[in-house]
């Protein structure tokens, strides 16, 4: 199993700007052959709220952590539940330490930041574990992964199967990103809420299969295009950090063609080989 | 489609508020507890000014999706903001925010984001006062929209076009009001023409009425006129208003007759209401 990660900014904004944010555990190079349990959190932080950027990477990295330390976490229930409780339990603490260095610098917040921050950060989550499949370690069977994902939001776990989409998650079709997402909010401590909103699902890949996660413009526009094949093939031209040049030339050329959102893109991509 | 532009920092658009200051603005307004309408209006003004200050902050600063302006008409046509504004016209937004003439702290409510509330201090920015003298240069003060409409739509030819919002009592004494507010509408830039909205702070009687399609049931000829001026609203502030609570139809136009406080603050609300901020 390999896996990579591409995050890029809108155009206009740069890199510090970009509120979309991705955790992968364990932490390996793109080439490093993976035997191992996989997490990851993918999040889309919300533009209207201030820190957005700061709560998503926070949540994503909470996510991918405690899915790792808890195989059951993103089944739903109460595991999921103590996740948002801790997630969140997180954000005062950071903000007291954001706030104190910003008044040690000389910048103490603004009027209009004291307000925005009260109202917290937002962010869509989706989180996945994946797992090497335990009785498939026999040399007859043929190797196999179980996966599970929590999804709260618009942001996409797509399933490749030959390089078609089998199956993707949550959103199933593209009319449903017109409408405003749920998020998760870094003040609300109504975990059972969170957790009701939350979607669960779960598969299986075998070799040679694929998954991508992604955020909501790019998921849109895999979603919509017109030849499936072709938008997949050239979403798999990027296969690792070094193409992140290359993946911005390209998004910027879908988004002057109108047939991307001008909107920051975070991009998990899983391959499945043999073992 | 028009009306459909992305307003980011580089394609920002402009909100020009026109804001009546004639003695007739000293005269109550409809409401539960009478106030003079300079008082709700600016009150208004100043609330919309920290709303979009505070939607479009981030850490770094106030993003400057928009550039505003305040223009005062009664004793005088100019920018009615006071402080370090003065005198200025179209200010970017992180220049408003950061630039009020004074800061009020008042207490305020809000969630704890476990289901109670606390009390908060809130910070309440000024950057113009209510003020009623002198006549209703209504012309001279579309006439200087119109100036500043030109200079934005040649700046930002691809932006959302610029939104005019007059808050007024309806009785221009410089004239006719037609010719510079079609002056104003004529300017467009690739999404469309810059769009003016009126407000009719009428205390006089007749029904109250929020986005008509047709000047029928209107009282009188200011009103009338008033409508008639005003823009058919885009279909992302039609669905707002909708959303609000407003019946609303495809030929809705951005006008409010006889608005009572609340109104005046929902018109402001939709008036200035963005497709996404990029």
Known sequence: ?275 | MPYTAEISRSNPTSIIFLVDQSTSMSDPIGGEVPQQKADVVADAINRLLTELSIKCAKEEGVRDYFHVAVIGYGASVGSAFAGALAGRDIVPLSEVADNPARVDERSKKVSDGAGGLVETAVSFPLWMDPLAHGGTPMNRALQYAESLVAGWTERYPASFPPIVINLTDGESTDGDPTAAAEAITSHATADGAALLFNLHVSASGGTPTAFPDTADGLPDSYARTLFAMSSPLPSHMRSYAASQGQRVSETTRGFVYNADITTVVQFLDIGTRATELR
């Open chain 1, 1 to 275: 199993m390999y896996v990579t990660h591409l995050v890029a900014p809108k155009h206009g904004s740069t890199e510090a700007e970009c509120e979309d944010a991705v955790t992968v555990l364990p932490g390996h190079p793109h080439d490093y052959m993976l035997r191992e349990p996989l997490t990851a959190g993918v999040c889309d932080g919300a533009t209207e709220s201030a820190l957005a950027k700061d709560w998503a990477r926070l949540l994503s990295r909470s996510a991918a952590e405690q899915a790792m330390a808890s195989p059951d976490l993103l089944a739903g229930g109460t595991g999921f539940e103590e996740f948002a409780s801790e997630a969140v339990s997180q954000w005062e603490p950071w903000l007291g330490q954001y706030t104190q260095a910003r008044h040690e610098e000389g910048r103490p917040l603004k009027w209009y930041e004291h307000t925005k921050v009260a109202e917290g950060a937002y962010s869509t989550l989706l989180a996945v574990r994946i797992d090497p499949d335990a009785d498939s370690h026999s040399k007859s069977t043929e190797p196999s992964w179980r996966w599970r994902a929590a999804a709260l939001g618009d942001s996409c776990l797509f399933h490749l199967r030959d390089d078609q989409l089998a199956q993707s998650f949550p959103v199933e079709s593209v009319e449903e990103f017109g409408t405003t997402p749920d998020l998760f909010g870094s003040r609300n401590h109504d975990v059972a809420l969170l957790a009701r909103r939350s979607r669960f699902t779960e598969g299986r890949c075998g070799t040679g299969d694929r998954l991508l996660l992604m955020t909501d413009a790019l998921a849109a526009w895999l979603m919509s295009a017109q030849d499936q094949e072709d938008a997949v093939k050239q979403l798999l031209e990027f296969a690792g950090p070094e193409d992140l040049g290359g993946f911005n030339n390209w998004l910027n050329g879908l988004r002057d063609r109108g047939q991307l959102r001008n909107d920051d893109v975070a991009l998990v991509r899983i391959d499945f080989e043999g073992r």
